[in-house]
């Protein structure tokens, strides 16, 4: 660098100090961010149990081989039974349309009824509770602490380990058309596609945060039938308290705009004196090392 007189040289000093002075503590808060965030995540990594994984297994194998293939063999008779006319007329017409009208509305429901369940849970597990709690500490808020400190860290999950704490929800849903509405096809339908919705709901929330997905997903994604990565991007901005919603992300700008979640959290506050996501800022705490 060339200096034309004195008085440039010192400003042009002073300057230089300042600025290398700001890289290094910029260098240092980095290192410092990664250190603490691969010690957490580790932490948390193990928390991940045998006894988990078994109990994984056992409700992925319960779902999918036995509660999801009756729901849909009820609602596949349900469907022919609503359908047994042979004669083409008014009334058959008329008939025809009323099956198709049950048809879309039980499952647009169902979905639009997984979307807000994924929701809610996803805001309790995020907000309230710690890694502490008996039963549901380790088996399943641990996965969420885990998420905001390493958000990508799921894409290396494999489908067990993805889905299996959906799958418990979706056997108790499962169950509810095949115990109580043998003869109602809307809420046959309506309960079958809200336990297909909300046991995929993690792998939905995994491929928003992949950067390479089957065709069909990047499809259902830019049509917004499924949760996108740009619907999502806006949770995983700090402190984590919006959008919620990881099934089909239909909710999550209605929800946001009505400010439901900051009125349940004044509900659960008032009622119980805790405070939100104070457990969920320990985790993430070290994000506030990029902003220094």
């Known amino acids: 660098m060339t200096i034309s007189n004195n008085s440039n040289t010192g400003n042009t000093t002073t300057t230089t100090t300042g600025n290398n002075n700001n890289d290094i503590k910029i260098e240092d808060n980095k290192s410092k961010f990664i250190q603490v965030k ?3 995540e580790q932490i948390l990594k193990q928390g991940y149990s045998k006894q988990k994984r078994m109990m994984e297994i056992f409700f ?6 036995i509660t999801l293939p009756l729901d849909l063999y009820q609602s596949i008779t349900l469907i022919e039974y609503n359908n047994h006319t042979t004669t083409i007329d008014d009334s058959t017409i008329k008939s025809i349309f009323t099956l198709i009208y049950q048809i879309l509305l039980g499952i647009i429901l169902g979905m639009l009824f997984a979307d807000f369940v994924s929701g809610m849970i996803h805001w309790f597990a995020d907000t309230w509770g710690t890694i502490d709690w008996p039963i549901v500490g380790q088996t399943f808020i641990r996965s969420f602490r885990e998420h905001h400190i390493a958000p990508t860290a799921m894409c290396k999950h494999d489908f067990i380990e993805t889905n299996g704490d959906n ?6 849903a499962g169950f509810i ?4 509405f043998k003869d109602n096809l ?3 339908l309506f309960w079958t596609f809200f336990a297909i919705l909300g046991s995929l709901t993690n792998q939905i929330h995994k491929w928003s945060h992949s950067y390479q997905v089957p065709f069909i997903v990047k499809y259902l994604q830019e049509y917004n039938i499924i949760l996108s990565r740009t619907n999502h991007n806006v949770h995983h901005k700090s402190p984590f308290d919006e959008y919620y919603c990881i099934t089909t992300g ?7 705009y009505i400010n439901y979640w900051r009125r349940c959290e004044w509900l659960v506050t008032k009622l119980t004196g805790l405070l939100p996501r104070s457990d969920d800022m320990k ?8 902003r220094d």
């Open 283 to 290: 985790w993430t705490d070290h994000l506030k090392l990029l």
């Open 60 to 65: 992925v194998f319960l779902y999918y081989c």
């Open 177 to 180: 058309p095949l115990l109580f």
């Open 167 to 172: 799958c418990i929800v979706a056997n108790l």
């Open 250 to 256: 239909w909710l999550n700008a209605p929800l946001s």
């Open 186 to 188: 809307f809420l046959t």
């Open 38 to 40: 691969q010690q957490r």
